[in-house]
């Protein structure tokens, strides 16, 4: 990880959030979910990195604590070199336009009760002193930016379809023209026919406003198709982090490969041996020792059970936790 400062949008040192568990009638503390255990990274300016791993690894907590939409327990969070972990609220927030979050489901994210312009045009209240005439305009430019047409502004969420609904939510979050979004599974909630679209669109607004994404998904083939870099999770830890090429041709780690080898490849002729992971994700409030993916490695040794493997460069730029990797 050796990028120059310059060039570093977003850096992630050591980030970890415990949820308490509190019982009985005080609430006394019995326990953690340990959701992120000790993950770091960085984005550069322009750059897409894509968060892959199962659901329970640990993938939107880190999304919300990056925009400190929920408090974390340890770590530092850099946005253009500014520590915003250590800022008091007050000072933070007028840095909250440069961050913003596209959201997974788009039809609980909408206000049912407002209209679509009230809606794009409610960061452009809080944040700026634009007269109504200037929030009306940009309102309409940023419908359009979304490939949708100005008349929609009036009309409310639920006359819109799936997509439709992400297209408002995307062009909510560009109100402000933000220089980084968080992109929570922004397509897994649609049809398979509209995702593509949605995948699309992004890309070409990536492109067009130099934007940098944090995109969280659990599809791979999307991920490849979106991403500059990835980072594997498991368990709230960082398994294998490294360019698109890195990951997807290079794999190290076996939960990649056994990630990878559960892609679907449009070609019926076409035989890959599918690597089955055995039994569920464990428990993020106990979870195993050592390496916390020995209890599914079909490679795991006595060594992978008690020592923590360390996240190590393998190759330029390519990180991997695994003692045999």
């Known amino acids: 990880m050796s990028d120059n400062n310059s060039d570093v949008l977003l850096e992630v040192n050591d980030l970890v959030k415990w949820f308490p568990i509190k019982r009985g009638f005080f609430g006394g503390v019995q326990g953690n979910v340990k959701a992120v255990d000790g993950v770091s990274f960085k984005i550069k300016k322009g750059e897409i990195l894509g968060l892959v791993g199962e659901t329970g690894s640990g993938k939107t907590t880190i999304g919300r604590l990056v925009l400190r939409l929920i408090p974390h327990t340890k770590g530092q969070v850099l946005f253009d070199g500014i520590d915003i972990t250590a800022m008091d609220y007050s000072k933070f927030r007028p840095m909250k336009k440069d961050m913003q979050i596209i959201f997974q489901d788009p039809y609980s994210s909408l206000n049912p009760r407002m209209t679509i312009g009230e809606i794009i045009a409610e960061p452009l209240i809080v944040h700026t002193k634009m ?9 309409y430019e940023l419908l359009e930016l979304v490939t ?60 067009r406003l130099g934007l940098s994404f944090l995109f969280i998904a659990h599809d791979l083939s999307v991920i490849k198709h979106m991403c500059d870099s990835v980072l594997v999770l498991y368990l709230g830890k ?84 695994c003692h045999y990797a």
């Open 238 to 321: 960082v398994m294998e982090y490294g360019t698109n090429a890195d990951i997807f041709q290079q794999s190290r780690h076996p939960y990649t490969q056994a990630l990878l080898s559960a892609v679907p490849v449009p070609d019926p002729d076409y035989k890959r041996d599918r690597i089955l992971l055995q039994g569920e994700i464990p428990s993020p409030i106990d979870p195993p020792s050592g390496c916390v993916f020995h209890t599914r490695c079909p490679y795991a040794t006595d060594k992978c059970k008690t020592d923590v493997p360390e996240l190590r460069e393998v190759a330029p730029g390519h990180l991997v936790a």
């Open 131 to 139: 007269s109504t005439k200037e929030r009306e305009k940009r309102v």
């Open 148 to 207: 949708l047409r100005p008349e929609h502004a009036r009309r409310y969420p639920h006359e819109f379809s799936g997509g439709q609904r992400q297209r408002i939510g995307i062009a909510r979050a560009l109100a402000l023209k933000p220089r980084f979004i968080v992109a929570d599974e922004p397509i897994s909630a649609l049809d398979v026919s509209i995702q593509a679209q949605i995948t699309n669109l992004l890309i070409d607004l990536q492109g």
